[in-house]
């Protein structure tokens, strides 16, 4: 009888524990391997061709001084819209992952944003 | 309820308790996930800094007049690195290098500073170039 309490007892807290321990280490994986992801997504994007040719296809790489990079596209952004992504982006929920960057276009410094969705994570 | 009853369910409610407190302790701290990432995202940032800084030549020769003194490559450093740092989120920073000295004036408190440093070589001088950004969060 008192062994019986024991093993339930002790079978009940191991399958407790192994559920919190899955919920939290699955939470906490899943937002460092997205981050990860978006890092290496806006790296690579950054520092590809594409990001150059995608500023100067917008009208000329003096266009993406300050500009915001989102989701493969490079937007041109007045203040106070950028100021209103900035806002939403401090909403981050765990569907969205921003990266912002320095980089140089077009001989410039520019700070570039990249944000990726769940959906473009691949 | 019997004497012996009571220390069987006492028995098991320590292990219980034992056991819950085992897996607390080691459980990874997952809350800290996403400020580790906001440090190291801005880390990156002073690193872009100084790094496209070096890699491009005028803006490296703009840097080098900086370390040597030149008070319009301050001027200029200034006006720019501030009006770009503030798309970044930080809200001020200070630049050493050579006998160049320059600390913007913050918008904000100074809570976290993310810092880089790159050697400057203008080919007769080796000097190194220190950032720190400063943010209010």
Request: proline share 1%; charged share 25%; with cysteine.
């Amino acid at each position: 009888m008192f062994s019986l309490d024991l093993l339930l007892a002790t079978l009940l807290a191991v399958t407790a524990a192994a559920l919190l321990l899955y919920v939290f280490t699955a939470n906490a994986h899943s937002f460092t391997e997205r981050a990860r992801d978006a890092q290496a997504q806006a790296d690579a994007f950054i520092e590809s061709e594409n990001a150059l040719k995608t500023c100067e296809a917008d009208g000329g790489a003096a266009l993406c001084e300050g500009g915001v990079v989102l989701v493969n596209e490079i937007k041109k952004l007045p203040d106070e819209a950028y100021a209103e992504t900035k806002k939403e982006n401090r909403k981050e929920n765990e569907n969205r992952v921003c990266v912002t960057r320095i980089a140089l276009f077009g001989g410039k410094q520019t700070a570039v944003q990249y944000c990726a969705e769940r959906g473009d994570l691949k | 309820m019997n004497r012996r009853a009571f220390v069987f369910s006492l028995e098991a409610l320590l292990t219980l308790l034992a056991a819950i407190t085992l897996v607390l302790l080691v459980l990874p701290p997952t809350r800290n996930a996403e400020t580790d990432w906001n440090s190291l995202q801005r880390n990156a940032l002073a690193q872009d800094l100084l790094e496209t800084s070096v890699k491009q030549k005028s803006l490296a020769r703009e840097l080098y007049a900086f370390a040597d003194g030149d008070e319009d490559a301050k001027r200029a450093l200034s006006e720019r690195w501030t009006a770009l740092l503030s798309k970044t989120g930080a809200v001020c920073f200070k630049l050493e290098a050579g006998s160049g000295s320059l600390e913007t004036e913050c918008a904000g408190t100074k809570r976290f500073a993310a810092t880089a440093s790159r050697a400057l070589f203008d080919g007769f001088a080796l000097r190194e170039a220190k950032l720190a950004l400063y943010f209010d969060s």
